[in-house]
């Protein structure tokens, strides 16, 4: 798939205020400081289309990114981040839950995962929720040209271990390098295979 055009629409808390859902959806999400922002300036070959923070938690709203005129890629907040007020991070998790849950053309969810730690229990747990929800997702490792190829390799491997405790089998895994431009293609070929996928049905 080629980007030609990426341009942004609009950012909002309220999934009844998001664009039509007559176009593909695919959702970006992660903990805080994840990565995120970066993998999807490199994703689309824009510097800036997504605003990229030192300080977590900078990433509040649901935005929306029309892709070709084709489909929507969306940025959403990161999840976990503990230096917000109680009240806000649960008013938070709640707009992000009801996006989730109600969007009807959301297609995939991209959940980022900083491959250079351990299986985390939050990163766990929210996908053991949107297993439960029915809502389709793929994994993203994030910073990997951080990593030795062994450690990369050990630290993937741990977490096939963690997730096979509880799923039968592991969801679709990419590994990605903003810094490398890794994984691009592949992330990009993926949304190009399901968006051809469901224009035959």
């Known amino acids: 798939m080629d980007i030609k055009e990426a341009r942004f629409i609009v950012s909002n808390t309220n999934v009844e205020k998001c664009p039509p859902p007559n176009k593909p959806e695919y959702a970006f999400i992660g903990r805080s400081n994840v990565g995120k922002s970066s993998l999807i300036n490199m994703l689309t ?27 929507y890629l969306v940025d959403l907040p990161g999840y976990g981040y503990a230096k917000i007020a109680k009240k806000e991070r649960e008013k938070w998790e709640k707009f992000l839950k009801n996006y989730i849950l109600k969007r009807e053309n959301l297609y995939n969810l991209f959940v980022l995962i900083d491959s250079r730690h351990n299986p985390q229990p939050i990163d766990l747990e929210f996908m053991e929720w949107l297993g439960l929800s029915q809502i389709p997702f793929s994994i993203v490792f994030t910073k990997t040209d951080k990593l030795k190829p062994e450690e990369l390799d050990d630290n993937i491997k741990n977490y096939k271990e963690k997730l096979l405790e509880t799923w039968e089998s592991v969801p679709p895994l990419f590994i990605s390098s903003a810094e490398k431009r890794m994984g691009r293609k592949e992330i990009l070929q993926y949304i190009a295979k399901i968006n051809t996928s469901n224009l035959e049905l």
């Open 45 to 71: 070959n824009k510097k800036s289309l997504a605003k990229i923070s030192g300080k977590p938690g900078k990433t509040r709203l649901i935005n929306h990114f029309l892709i070709n005129e084709e489909w």
